[in-house]
């Protein structure tokens, strides 16, 4: 992988978002159908927020899974907004920055998943998922080299 090449040849462009007044069912819904776990809070085309997977799960923490219970649960769901649990405070970065300032923001905060944003309009994402995906796309020139001492 070459760190010096733009965030947008590794950034997802094919975006699922939630608006900051959507519920939190929309939110667990949107979940439980998507293999994705960093959900972008737009309004007007505009990132105001984002809401991790694992965010989400401490939110709904406390919620029983009795049967009796899920009504209950399902309306606390329904009443609690978007805007109620995102993380508001972002890191950004535009398309044409290097993968390398993505790799820094990660190893220096807890984030996991940075919005890409051109003219303040969301276009993208880039995780580290991404960046671990793209590392392990690559081909050593040399297999011989990598592979010959496994025994």
Do not use: C
Not at 1 to 28: Q, R, W
Not at 81 to 99: C, Q, S, V, Y
């Amino acid at each position: 992988m070459n760190a010096y090449a733009p965030i947008s040849t590794i950034m997802s462009t094919d975006l699922v978002t939630v608006g900051p007044e959507d519920s939190l069912l929309t939110v667990k819904k949107i979940f439980d159908s998507h293999k994705f776990h960093h959900l972008p809070v737009v309004q007007f085309r505009k990132i105001v927020g984002i809401i991790s997977k694992v965010d989400f799960e401490h939110f709904t923490g406390g919620l029983s899974h009795a049967a009796d219970d899920r009504f209950i649960d399902e309306k606390r769901l329904e009443r609690t907004k978007a805007k109620d649990i995102m993380t508001k405070g972002l890191g950004k970065l535009e398309p044409d920055d290097r993968i390398n300032v993505a790799l820094e923001i990660f190893s220096k905060n807890w984030f996991h998943a940075l919005p890409v944003v051109q003219h303040e309009e969301l276009v993208g994402i880039v995780t580290t998922q991404d960046v671990i995906r793209k590392i392990l796309e690559e081909k050593p020139k040399e297999p011989h080299m990598v592979y010959d001492n496994l025994d």
